[in-house]
């Protein structure tokens, strides 16, 4: 198979992301494996093909992950033919990109359902995956696996709200590792004004009800093809947990990892999803539970491969190769 990994930009790209650990599982199984930022790509007026620098992902015996990423940014970029790779997956996170970068936020959706058009089989499917980078995706899923929720841009809708249902959590409609997540006990917060402006700079805001058991953190929850990502007969899952008084638990904000017990109400979720997500082409997908309830789906690169490896001692990323190889020979 020989496929591409699309990534903001190849130089920034780090050895402990899960697109390294994809790339190195992809590298490992004797795949033609190639790193393309989104910067690097150009459409041919005259042949009308799609080509781009690309830096060539090539594994060794007695690599670690950082020498392999390494030597994958030490390398000269190699012009390719995009038209002839069997499989695009879409790495780059968008929303990184939105503030210095606008031009380059849209590009991956958009070089994807191109690529996709022309017989690439294209992870996720482009054509959901600019609506579902977005936490307004979730609404789109039955209300008995989700927060009750609130999408605006009206200061005073969210008062309305916080009236309403009491505790809550207020973040960015489109938002990433924890950047304004602010928790809100109730009616008569007192920074309630200062939260809000802080989260509408960033656009719409999703204020959700507090789901009981958020303060012992989250579940993040890898589903493959609709169903939960495994290797070996472990489940790709884990908890993660908030550090002193921050109550967001994601890693980049400094909550910690700890193993998880995939339970009934987990397997619930998932059942209740898996139709919906293989249906909209979500390959492989991250999702957040707190409490039986699903309080986000990271859609765009989701992350914490490296969580499960610690944990485990598994490698879950060459089933998600092997599963992007059955579906690219399907496609072809």
Same mark, same amino acid.
């Given at each position: 198979?020989?496929?591409?990994?699309?990534?903001?930009?190849?130089? %920034?790209?780090?050895?402990?992301?899960? %697109?390294?650990?994809?790339?190195?599982?992809?590298?490992?199984?004797?795949?033609?494996?190639?790193?393309?930022?989104?910067?690097?790509?150009?459409?041919? $007026?005259?042949?009308?093909?799609?080509?781009? #620098?690309?830096?060539?992902?090539?594994?060794?015996?007695?690599?670690?992950?950082?020498?392999?990423?390494?030597? @994958?940014?030490?390398?000269?970029?190699?012009?390719?033919?995009?038209?002839?790779?069997?499989?695009?997956?879409?790495?780059?996170?968008?929303?990184?990109?939105?503030?210095?970068?606008?031009?380059?936020?849209?590009?991956?959706?958009?070089?994807? /359902?191109?690529?996709?058009?022309?017989?690439?089989?294209?992870?996720?499917?482009?054509?959901?995956?600019?609506?579902?980078?977005? *936490?307004?995706?979730?609404?789109?899923?039955?209300? *008995?696996?989700?927060?009750?929720?609130?999408?605006?841009?009206?200061?005073?809708?969210?008062?309305?709200?916080?009236? +309403?249902?009491?505790?809550?959590?207020?973040?960015?409609?489109?938002?990433?590792?924890?950047?304004?997540?602010? #928790?809100?006990?109730?009616?008569?917060?007192?920074?309630?004004? /200062?939260?809000?402006?802080?989260?509408? /700079?960033?656009?719409?805001?999703?204020?959700?009800?507090?789901?009981? =058991?958020?303060?012992?953190?989250?579940?993040?929850?890898? !589903?493959? +093809?609709?169903?939960?990502?495994?290797?070996?007969?472990?489940?790709?899952?884990?908890?993660?947990?908030? %550090?002193?008084?921050?109550?967001?638990?994601?890693?980049?904000?400094?909550?910690? $990892?700890?193993?998880?017990?995939?339970? +009934?109400?987990?397997? =619930?979720?998932?059942?209740?999803?898996? =139709?919906?997500?293989?249906?909209?082409? #979500?390959?492989?997908?991250?999702?957040?539970? @707190? =409490?039986?309830?699903?309080?986000? @789906?990271?859609?765009?690169?989701?992350?914490?491969?490296?969580?499960?490896?610690?944990?485990?001692?598994?490698?879950?990323?060459?089933?998600?190769?092997?599963? !992007?190889?059955?579906?690219?020979?399907?496609?072809?």
């Amino acid at each position: 198979m020989r496929l591409a990994f699309l990534v903001n930009d190849v130089d %920034t790209e780090l050895d402990e992301y899960t %697109t390294t650990r994809l790339a190195r599982a992809a590298a490992r199984g004797g795949h033609e494996t190639w790193y393309v930022g989104v910067g690097d790509l150009e459409h041919g $007026s005259s042949d009308g093909q799609f080509a781009a #620098m690309a830096r060539a992902a090539r594994w060794k015996s007695d690599d670690t992950l950082a020498s392999f990423m390494e030597r @994958i940014k030490a390398r000269d970029a190699e012009r390719i033919i995009m038209d002839d790779l069997d499989a695009l997956v879409l790495r780059n996170e968008s929303i990184d990109d939105l503030q210095e970068r606008p031009w380059a936020s849209p590009m991956g959706v958009v070089f994807g /359902q191109m690529l996709a058009e022309r017989g690439v089989t294209v992870v996720n499917d482009p054509n959901t995956l600019h609506r579902a980078t977005s *936490k307004l995706y979730l609404e789109e899923f039955p209300e *008995k696996v989700r927060p009750r929720s609130l999408v605006t841009r009206n200061p005073e809708a969210i008062e309305r709200f916080v009236d +309403e249902v009491g505790h809550c959590v207020v973040k960015p409609l489109y938002g990433a590792k924890g950047r304004n997540v602010f #928790m809100i006990e109730g009616p008569g917060e007192t920074n309630l004004a /200062q939260m809000t402006e802080a989260v509408l /700079q960033d656009g719409y805001a999703i204020i959700q009800e507090f789901i009981d =058991g958020a303060k012992d953190g989250d579940a993040r929850i890898f !589903l493959l +093809e609709g169903r939960i990502l495994e290797r070996d007969g472990t489940p790709a899952a884990f908890r993660r947990v908030p %550090t002193g008084n921050d109550p967001r638990a994601n890693i980049s904000t400094g909550g910690r $990892s700890v193993p998880l017990e995939v339970g +009934e109400d987990e397997l =619930g979720i998932v059942e209740a999803m898996g =139709g919906k997500l293989v249906a909209d082409g #979500m390959f492989l997908v991250g999702i957040d539970v @707190i =409490g039986g309830h699903v309080v986000e @789906i990271n859609a765009e690169s989701p992350g914490g491969f490296q969580s499960i490896e610690r944990l485990y001692d598994i490698d879950i990323a060459e089933t998600v190769i092997e599963a !992007l190889e059955r579906r690219a020979n399907q496609g072809s």
